[in-house]
C-alpha cells in the first residue's frame, strides 16, 4: 500500500504523458512479476495501443519494438476482442491461459498478435482504467505473470484490486494531462488571435507573430534559461505589439516618412501594451508587459521608450527585440523586400554590443538551424486557420 500511495505521488508530478504511461505500465508489471504489458486507450470507435512493453522480446532484439501491437496503432472497439471486451464493459478479466478461453465468454483471443511477435502468451490480467465518474479512459493488460523460477503461472486474483486502483489513478493522471494540454492550446491559440487582432491595424502578419515566438523560445532556451522561461516567453512573446491597438492606423499604415511628432506617438505602443497587462498576476501576462515594454530598448541605451541600458533590460525584451528585427529583416514588408539570410547575419553581428546584447546575438547564431527551420515552417503570410 505504501509503495502504490509512492507511485501515486509520483504519478501526479508527471506531466510528460509517455512517460507517465511507461512509469504505470512497469509499476504493474512489477506488482505482478508479468513479462509483458500494453496500455490501450479508448480514443472514439478505437483502442489505441499506448504503450507496449515485452521483457522476453526486448531480449531477443535488444529494441523493445514488435511488429503489430507498435504504439500508435489502433484496432477496432469490439467486445470480441478481450481489450475491447473490458474497455467497454469495466470488467476485469484474469486467465491462466489465453489459448484456452471457455467456449462461452463472448471475447476470444487474437492470436495473430503472438505469431507477429514471435511470442506466447499464457496468463493475462486486463483491468480498464476508470475515472472516479466511472468512464473508462483505456485498459491495462498484463502478460505471463513469472514465479520465482521463471515459469508462467496464473496471476492471483489478490492483485486485481491492486493493479485497479493503479488503472484509476493512470486514468486520472492522463485526463489532467490531457486536461493541461487542451488549455494550454486554447490559451495560445486566444492569444495568438488577439495579437493577429491588434496587429490587424499594422501590416505584420499572424506568421510574424508565430515565428518572433519560437524565435524567442529557441533563444531563451540557448542562453540557459529554465524550461518554464522558456514557455512562459514563447507566450509573452506574441503580444510585443499590442499596445499598437492604441496608434493610430493613419500613423501605422502611413506609407511614407513619419514625422517626428508622429514617431513620437508610434513609440507610445509600448507604454500602452505594457498598461495592457498592468496589475496582472499571472507570470506570462506579467511578461507580457515587460516585454511590450522593453522590445524597443537597445543595450548602448538609445532605444526607447525609456533609454534603458546593457542589464538593465529585462532579457526577455532584450531576446524578443532581436527575434522581432530579425524576422523584420527576412521577411519582406511593405517598405522593404525580404534580406537573405547572411545580409541579416550581418546586419545582426553589426548590431551586437550598440543595438544587441552581443550574448544574445551569439546565442541566436548557434541556434541559426532552429532558426531557419521555423521560418521554414511559417514562411508564407497567411492569415490565422
Ligand atoms: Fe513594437
Ligand atoms: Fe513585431
Same mark, same amino acid.
Request: proline share 5%.
Given at each position: 500500500?505504501?509503495? %502504490?500511495? $509512492?507511485?501515486?505521488?509520483? *504519478?501526479? +508530478? ?11 505500465? !512497469?509499476?504493474?508489471? =512489477?506488482? #505482478? ?8 486507450? &479508448? ?5 489505441? /495501443? ?9 531480449? *531477443? ?19 470480441? +476482442? ?14 491462466? @491461459? ?12 487474437? +492470436? ?39 515459469? &508462467? &503461472? ?29 488549455? =494550454? ?18 501590416? @505584420? ?8 515566438? $519560437? ?7 540557448? %542562453?540557459? %534559461? ?23 492606423? #493613419? ?18 505602443? #509600448? ?8 496589475? +496582472? ?44 528585427? /530579425?524576422?523584420?529583416? !527576412?521577411?519582406?514588408?511593405?517598405? =522593404? ?18 543595438? /544587441? ?6 546565442? /541566436? ?6 532558426? %531557419? ?8 503570410? $497567411?492569415?490565422?486557420?
Amino acid at each position: 500500500m505504501a509503495r %502504490l500511495n $509512492q507511485i501515486g505521488i509520483a *504519478l501526479s +508530478s508527471e506531466r510528460d504523458l509517455d512517460k507517465l504511461l511507461s512509469t504505470i505500465l !512497469s509499476e504493474a508489471r =512489477k506488482f #505482478t512479476s508479468a513479462e509483458a504489458g500494453t496500455l490501450y486507450s &479508448v480514443e472514439g470507435d478505437k483502442l489505441r /495501443f499506448l504503450v507496449t512493453q515485452n521483457d522476453a522480446l526486448d531480449q *531477443l532484439d535488444g529494441r523493445g519494438a514488435y511488429p503489430i501491437s507498435t504504439p500508435g496503432q489502433s484496432m477496432p472497439l469490439s467486445r470480441e +476482442s478481450m481489450a475491447g471486451y473490458v474497455a467497454l464493459t469495466g470488467e476485469v478479466i484474469n486467465l491462466p @491461459d489465453v489459448y484456452a478461453i471457455p467456449p462461452d465468454r463472448p471475447y476470444r483471443f487474437n +492470436s495473430e498478435y503472438d505469431r507477429l511477435d514471435g511470442y506466447h502468451s499464457q496468463s493475462m490480467l486486463m483491468v480498464p482504467m476508470t475515472e472516479p465518474d466511472g468512464t473508462i479512459l483505456g485498459v491495462l493488460q498484463l502478460i505471463n505473470a513469472l514465479d520465482g523460477a521463471g515459469q &508462467v &503461472v496464473p496471476f492471483e486474483s489478490r492483485w486485481e484490486g491492486l493493479v485497479m486502483s493503479l488503472a484509476s489513478q493512470a486514468a486520472v493522471a492522463i485526463r489532467n494531462v490531457r486536461l493541461t494540454d487542451e488549455l =494550454k492550446a486554447a490559451y495560445l491559440d486566444t492569444v495568438l488571435r488577439l495579437s493577429v487582432a491588434a496587429e490587424y491595424k499594422d501590416h @505584420d502578419t499572424a506568421n510574424h507573430i508565430r515565428r518572433m515566438a $519560437q524565435y524567442s523560445a529557441v533563444i531563451a532556451e540557448e %542562453l540557459g %534559461l529554465d524550461a518554464q522561461q522558456v514557455e512562459t516567453l514563447r507566450c509573452a512573446a506574441p503580444m510585443h505589439d499590442v499596445g499598437k491597438i492604441g496608434v493610430p492606423e #493613419t500613423i501605422l499604415q502611413k506609407p511614407g516618412k513619419l514625422t517626428e511628432q508622429e514617431y513620437d506617438e508610434m513609440k507610445r505602443h #509600448t507604454e500602452m501594451g505594457a498598461s495592457i497587462f498592468e496589475g +496582472s498576476d499571472a507570470p506570462v501576462l506579467r511578461m507580457s508587459g515587460t516585454i511590450a515594454l522593453t522590445h524597443h530598448e537597445k543595450y548602448d541605451g538609445t532605444g526607447y521608450p525609456r533609454g534603458l541600458r546593457g542589464a538593465e533590460i529585462p532579457i526577455e525584451g532584450q531576446i524578443a527585440a532581436l527575434a522581432d528585427v /530579425f524576422d523584420a529583416l !527576412s521577411t519582406a514588408r511593405c517598405y =522593404k523586400p525580404a534580406f537573405p539570410v547572411e545580409k541579416c547575419l550581418e546586419i545582426l553581428r553589426e548590431s551586437a554590443g550598440s543595438h /544587441f546584447n552581443p550574448e544574445v546575438v551569439e546565442a /541566436f547564431i548557434r541556434r541559426l538551424h532552429d532558426i %531557419l527551420a521555423i521560418r521554414e515552417r511559417y514562411a508564407s503570410a $497567411q492569415a490565422l486557420r
